[in-house]
């Protein structure tokens, strides 16, 4: 199984070098905003985004062709690439801490959420101050190209979140309005980073948005992944099972058996579906249901299908360590279990 160690492998100089300029980059006047600050970059994550745009920035870069399998030990990214990173990292950063005080959500990766650890009103404020250092940051740099591309993600986020939440509400998520929401949650980032890794190193346009693509790619089958773990009871996300079926979210394997099911089948879910958030009896019903309709399996043949559209796109470049590695994170995230 592919680790994300072996991933990060030929940018690890790189790795260690940006989280260096984030540190160096992020404090706050005050104790308390400083206290909150390092506590919630502390604990950042797999750090996906940052690491796919260092090696977009490397596969494009000209030295990229003459890059050994051992080339992770020497630094290769500008300043401009680390920004680049920052950017949407730093995004990514507020958006988590803003959706944990919306789903009043007590743990963030094993460990109390800020929200949590210092009441909602201060993780809003702290998510906001990161974001405005973040711009500031951007501006002050007079990295306009990369500000302006990255500018547009913010307001899809958002807009993914609210549409999120009136489907919740609703109870009527179709297959299209699923697709629309983890596009905007999720994959939307995840192609503004590859696309910027490339912006950041004056890769064409066709090639940032061959990146861009790749990105989106990944990040649908990313989300996929992620709510077919879900369903699973040995699930190593450090999150509970069914929390998508608590919180009133109907997710591709739902939407999968829903899709094969008559109406009053679909109507039996969806009522089961509205107790999920204080009965777990019905969680548990739900749940079996959705499993014994194979709902993960066929969720699992669409992320096959965007894993395969990411391979394609990188496989158009030459065999270098950064393209390996980018082949290896697609392999990941189909086999993830966390």
């Given at each position: 199984?592919?680790?994300?160690?072996?991933?990060?492998?030929?940018?690890?100089?790189?790795?260690e070098?940006f989280?260096?300029?984030?540190?160096?980059?992020?404090?706050?006047?005050?104790?308390?905003?400083?206290?909150m600050?390092?506590?919630?970059?502390?604990?950042?994550?797999?750090?996906?985004?940052?690491?796919?745009?260092?090696?977009?920035?490397?596969?494009?870069s000209?030295?990229?062709?003459?890059?050994?399998?051992?080339?992770?030990?020497?630094?290769?990214?500008?300043?401009?690439?680390?920004?680049?990173?920052?950017?949407?990292?730093m995004?990514?950063?507020?958006?988590?801490?803003?959706?944990?005080?919306?789903?009043?959500?007590?743990?963030?990766?094993?460990?109390p959420?800020?929200?949590?650890?210092?009441?909602?009103?201060?993780?809003?404020?702290?998510?906001?101050?990161?974001?405005?250092?973040t711009?500031?940051?951007?501006?002050?740099?007079?990295?306009?190209?990369?500000?302006?591309?990255?500018?547009?993600?913010?307001?899809?986020?958002c807009?993914?979140?609210?549409?999120?939440?009136?489907?919740?509400?609703?109870?009527?998520?179709?297959?299209?309005?699923?697709?629309?929401?983890?596009?905007?949650?999720?994959?939307?980032?995840?192609?503004?980073?590859?696309?910027?890794?490339a912006?950041?190193?004056?890769?064409?346009?066709?090639?940032v948005?061959?990146?861009?693509?790749?990105?989106?790619?990944?990040?649908?089958?990313?989300?996929?992944?992620?709510?077919?773990?879900?369903y699973?009871?040995?699930?190593?996300t450090g999150?509970?099972?069914?929390?998508?079926?608590?919180?009133?979210?109907?997710?591709?394997?739902?939407?999968?058996?829903?899709?094969?099911?008559?109406?009053?089948?679909?109507?039996?879910?969806?009522?089961?579906?509205?107790?999920?958030h204080?009965?777990?009896?019905a969680?548990?019903?739900?749940?079996e249901?959705?499993?014994?309709?194979?709902?993960?399996?066929?969720?699992?043949?669409?992320?096959?299908?965007?894993i395969?559209?990411?391979?394609?796109l990188?496989?158009?470049y030459?065999?270098?360590?950064?393209?390996?590695?980018?082949?290896?994170?697609?392999?990941?995230?189909?086999?993830?279990?966390?």
């Open positions: 199984m592919v680790k994300i160690d072996d991933i990060r492998k030929p940018i690890a100089a790189d790795l070098a989280d260096r300029f984030v540190a160096d980059n992020f404090s706050a006047e005050g104790d308390m905003l400083q206290e600050l390092v506590y919630a970059l502390s604990s950042r994550g797999k750090g996906v985004r940052p690491m796919l745009t260092l090696l977009a920035a490397s596969m494009h000209p030295a990229a062709a003459d890059a050994k399998d051992d080339c992770g030990a020497e630094q290769h990214c500008s300043k401009r690439t680390y920004l680049a990173a920052l950017l949407v990292e995004i990514h950063t507020a958006s988590l801490i803003h959706d944990d005080v919306l789903d009043s959500a007590d743990e963030r990766r094993g460990r959420s800020v929200n949590a650890k210092w009441q909602s009103d201060m993780a809003v404020i702290l998510g906001d101050y990161i974001l405005a250092r711009m500031s940051l951007g501006m002050a740099s007079a990295q306009y190209d990369l500000v302006s591309y990255v500018g547009t993600a913010m307001g899809t986020l807009e993914g979140e609210v549409l999120q939440s009136q489907h919740a509400q609703r109870f009527d998520t179709t297959r299209d309005d699923y697709f629309r929401i983890i596009y905007q949650k999720t994959a939307s980032l995840l192609g503004v980073s590859a696309a910027l890794g912006l950041s190193v004056g890769a064409s346009r066709e090639e948005d061959r990146m861009r693509k790749f990105g989106e790619a990944i990040g649908i089958a990313f989300q996929i992944q992620d709510d077919i773990l879900d699973n009871r040995q699930n190593n999150k509970p099972s069914n929390n998508d079926l608590r919180e009133h979210k109907i997710t591709l394997p739902m939407i999968e058996v829903m899709e094969r099911s008559t109406a009053a089948e679909r109507d039996e879910m969806i009522a089961l579906l509205r107790r999920c204080e009965d777990e009896a969680v548990d019903a739900l749940h249901r959705i499993v014994a309709a194979h709902g993960p399996e066929l969720a699992q043949q669409t992320m096959q299908a965007y395969s559209r990411a391979l394609h990188v496989s158009k030459a065999t270098t360590p950064y393209q390996k590695s980018l082949i290896a994170l697609c392999t990941y995230i189909a086999e993830r279990d966390r």
